[in-house]
C-alpha cells in the first residue's frame, strides 16, 4: 500500500454481485491521490476484481458485520480523509478531487456528502428478441416473444432525477427523506452562495471526514450493532461533538438500493437485532450517555424545526428526558408566556433543575423574576432544557459565553438572570426602592459571630488563627483605616469629645489595666501625659493622681 494518498474510500462488502463494477467507475473517474480498501466480509466477490496499485483487497474469512468491516478498512488507510461507500454505485468525473476541495473549505470538523442519485445499473433483456425490462425481480419469460433468454443488461447509469440533499429522522428513530428542508429560505441562499447544504441526518451509504475526526468520534461503533442507524449515527457523532453535516452540491454519486431478490441484503441480520441497535441508538443519544456529546439531541431537532416524523410532544418529552441527566453543564430555563430566558450551570443538572422545582413550588425562590413568572402563569410556563455540556472546571466560562450571547440575541430586559456576570453578582445594579426594602430588612439583625469570642465559638476560633501573621494589605495600598495616616487636630478633638463621659464596663477597665501592668514609660511619655492632663483642666486628688 502507498503512503501518499489524500483520500481513502472504504467500501464494507459481502456478497456483493456489483462490487467489481462500483470499484471500475470509482477508479475511472477518480482525479486526486484516491485508494480504494475493499473489505470483504466473510466471502469472496463474484465477479472478482481486477488488480490495480490504487485498490486494496482485505479478506475476512468469517463475517465482522457492517461497521466492524468500515472500521478494519479505516485503521488501514493512512489518508488525510476517509470515506464510507457502499459497494453498488456509480460517480460523477472528478468525484474524489471535489468532494476533497469542499471539505477543505469547511475544516476537520465536517462530515460531508455528495448529491445522491438512483443508479440504473441494469436492464433484463431478452437475448432473441431485444425486449428489455427496467431493472427489477428477473422475469420468467420475455412479455414480447415468450422466449426465457432473458440476461442482466449492464448500464451503470446514474440517473439525473432524484437528486437528494436532505435527510432527517423521526422521534422513533427511523430515517426519513427530509424534501420539506429543501424549501426553506436558508437552504436555497446556502445551495446558491456556497453550493454546501446542511442536512438534519444522513441516508449512510456515502459519507466523507478527516481520518482522525472518524477514529476520535468512533463513528461506526460496533457495540451499537453490525448494521442499521448508521446515517443518524454518523449525523449525530458529528452534531453533538460540534460539527456540521453537509451536502457537495458540485458532485454526485448515485446509489442501487437493493429492493429485489437478485441484490437484496448481503449481511444475516434479523429484524430484532436491527431493533435492538435501534434502541441502542437512541439509548446513547437520547439519555446523553455519548461521552463526547457537547449538545443534546434537541438542538439538533429545534435547528431544522419544524421536522418530518416529529409534532411539539415529543420535543417537549426529548427535552424532559435530557435534563433527567447527572452530566455537567448548562441549563436553559424558558418561559413559554413572555419568551424570558434564565442561563444557568451545574455539576449535576439533574440535581440543580430538581432544586429549583423545589424552591419555585415552595414559593421560596431566591430569583424573584423567576419565581413571579411561575406565580402568575403556572408550573407548565417555564421550559426547562440542557443547552451545552462541559466538564466542571469549564462551567463558568461557558455560562459567561452563553449569557453574552443570549443577551445580545435577546436583550437583557428579556433574560431572567439577575446578574450579566457568571458566578456573581456583579453588574447588578439596585433600585432605590430595593436597596431601602433590602436596608429595612436587615434593620435590627445582629451579626451572627456579635458577643462571640475565639475562647468561646470555634467558627471563630478557627477563623482567628487562618488570620495568625497575616496581612491581607501587604504591598498594597491600604484602601481604608488610618495605616500610614494621622488624624487632623481638628478630628483629634472631635474623637476625643466623642469619647468623653462614656462610662466604662468593669471588664473594660479590668482589660485595661491587665494590658499595662508591668509597662516602663519614659521620662518623655510621663510628661506628655502631665502636659496632656493640664490641658484638659484636670487636678489631682489627695494621692496626687490625675482625675
Not at 437484496?264 to 434502541?279: C, H, Y
Not at 439509548?283 to 416524523?309: A, H, M, R, T
Not at 455539576?347 to 402568575?376: G, P, S, Y
Not at 477563623?463 to 494621622?486: I, T
Amino acid at each position: 500500500m502507498k503512503n501518499n494518498y489524500i483520500f481513502s474510500v472504504i467500501i464494507p462488502a459481502r456478497n456483493e454481485m456489483f462490487l467489481k463494477n462500483t470499484i471500475d467507475d470509482l477508479i475511472k473517474n477518480k482525479e486526486a491521490e484516491t485508494e480504494v480498501i475493499a473489505v470483504l466480509d466473510g466471502a469472496w466477490v463474484d465477479p472478482p476484481i481486477e488488480q490495480h496499485p490504487d485498490v486494496n483487497i482485505i479478506y475476512v474469512n468469517k463475517s465482522i458485520g457492517q461497521r466492524a468491516a468500515t472500521n478494519l478498512g479505516v485503521r488501514l488507510s493512512r489518508s488525510k480523509y476517509v470515506a464510507k461507500l457502499d459497494a453498488h454505485c456509480s460517480f460523477d468525473k472528478g468525484f474524489d478531487r471535489k468532494m476533497i476541495e469542499a471539505i477543505e473549505k469547511v475544516g476537520e470538523k465536517t462530515t460531508i456528502l455528495p448529491v445522491m442519485r438512483n443508479l440504473w445499473a441494469f436492464d433484463w433483456e431478452c437475448l432473441d428478441c431485444k425486449w428489455t425490462i427496467y431493472q427489477d425481480k428477473a422475469p420468467k419469460k420475455c412479455d414480447a416473444c415468450g422466449g426465457n433468454k432473458l440476461h442482466m443488461k449492464m448500464l451503470w447509469i446514474g440517473k439525473h432525477n432524484p437528486q437528494s440533499t436532505s435527510y432527517c429522522f423521526d422521534a422513533e428513530p427511523k430515517f426519513r427523506y427530509f424534501e420539506d428542508w429543501k424549501h426553506r429560505p436558508q437552504y436555497a441562499k446556502d445551495k446558491k452562495e456556497k453550493g454546501l447544504t446542511e442536512t438534519m441526518s444522513i441516508q449512510g451509504s456515502c459519507f466523507m471526514l478527516e481520518r482522525k475526526r472518524y477514529q476520535e468520534l468512533n463513528i461506526c461503533d460496533e457495540t451499537l450493532g453490525s448494521w442499521g442507524n448508521q446515517g443518524i449515527e454518523v449525523a449525530l457523532k458529528t452534531r453533538l461533538a460540534g460539527g456540521r453535516v453537509l451536502v457537495n452540491h458540485n458532485t454526485w454519486y448515485a446509489h442501487l438500493f437493493r429492493t429485489k431478490a437478485e441484490f437484496g441484503f448481503p449481511w444475516p441480520v434479523s429484524g430484532r437485532s436491527q431493533k435492538q441497535t435501534k434502541e441502542n441508538v437512541k439509548d446513547l443519544f437520547w439519555n446523553c450517555k455519548w461521552d463526547k456529546q457537547i449538545y443534546p439531541v434537541s438542538k439538533v431537532v429545534e435547528q431544522f424545526w419544524p421536522v418530518k416524523g416529529w409534532v411539539d410532544d415529543d420535543l417537549r418529552q426529548l427535552k424532559l428526558n435530557e435534563i433527567k441527566t447527572k452530566r455537567s453543564g448548562l441549563y436553559k430555563i424558558k418561559s413559554l408566556s413572555n419568551g424570558r430566558i434564565y442561563i444557568g450551570s451545574a455539576v449535576n443538572i439533574a440535581n440543580r433543575i430538581f432544586e429549583h422545582m423545589k424552591d419555585l413550588k415552595q414559593k421560596n425562590h431566591c430569583n424573584t423574576h423567576l419565581q413571579n413568572t411561575w406565580d402568575k402563569y403556572g408550573e407548565g410556563d417555564l421550559e426547562f432544557s440542557v443547552l451545552y455540556f462541559c466538564k466542571a472546571e469549564d462551567l463558568l466560562v461557558n455560562e459567561q459565553h452563553f449569557i453574552d450571547e443570549y443577551k445580545e440575541k435577546i436583550g437583557w430586559d428579556n433574560m431572567f438572570n439577575i446578574s450579566p456576570t457568571a458566578g456573581s453578582s456583579l453588574g447588578r445594579e439596585c433600585s432605590e426602592e430595593t436597596k431601602e426594602k433590602i436596608s429595612q430588612a436587615q434593620m435590627g439583625k445582629e451579626a451572627w459571630n456579635k458577643g462571640l469570642t475565639k475562647e468561646t465559638d470555634d467558627r471563630v476560633n478557627i477563623y482567628a488563627q487562618k488570620l495568625v501573621g497575616r496581612n491581607p494589605f501587604e504591598g498594597k495600598e491600604h484602601p481604608k483605616g488610618m495605616l500610614g495616616k494621622a488624624h487632623s487636630e481638628e478630628t483629634k478633638e472631635l474623637i476625643g469629645l466623642a469619647q468623653r463621659g462614656i462610662p466604662k464596663s468593669e471588664e473594660h477597665n479590668r482589660k485595661n489595666s491587665e494590658a499595662h501592668k508591668g509597662k516602663i514609660f519614659t521620662e518623655e511619655h510621663r510628661e506628655n501625659l502631665r502636659q496632656a492632663q493640664k490641658e484638659l483642666n484636670r487636678g489631682r486628688n489627695e494621692k496626687g493622681q490625675y482625675f
